[in-house]
């Protein structure tokens, strides 16, 4: 169930990135959840929010790599860690800016997917599909 459920986020997740990049294109902002603007700019904290999570997101393959030295992933966990990292600076940028609590379902958001991404990510579903 959870494969399921991870792969129809992939889906979305992909094609609102393929949508958004488009939309770049013709000079057209487009920021989650799939908010028009042709002229308004994407807001300071979100932009934030992704500068930091790349950074942390850098900052764990890094150390991940110095101690625990070339560990074969997915890009499921991959993503996975990224969304954490997103949800994680999001929560830290959104309370220091003191934003109101309707931005916070953002940070919900991302954080509920990277668990069903963590949870479909586990060795024992990948286990599970794989043929012998």
Same mark, same amino acid.
Request: include cysteine.
């Given at each position: ?25 013709? =000079? ?29 997101? %850098? ?20 993503? =996975?860690?990224?969304?954490?990292s997103l949800a994680i600076c999001s929560l830290f940028v959104y309370y220091t800016l003191q934003l109101e609590l309707r931005e916070y379902?953002?940070?919900?958001? %991302? ?14 579903i990948k286990k599970y599909f794989r043929h012998n």
């Open positions: 169930m959870s494969y399921f459920l991870s792969k129809i986020l992939i889906i979305l997740l992909t094609l609102s990135g393929i949508v958004i990049l488009a939309g770049e294109i013709i =000079n057209v902002h487009i920021y989650f959840p799939l908010q028009v603007f042709e002229e308004k700019q994407i807001p300071y904290h979100r932009m934030q929010s992704v500068r930091l999570s790349i950074i942390l997101t %850098f900052v764990y393959f890094g150390c991940r790599y110095l101690f625990m030295q070339s560990v074969k992933m997915y890009p499921i966990q991959f993503l =996975n860690i990224y969304l954490k379902w953002f940070v919900l958001f %991302f954080f509920i997917v990277a668990i069903i991404l963590h949870y479909a990510s586990k060795p024992e």
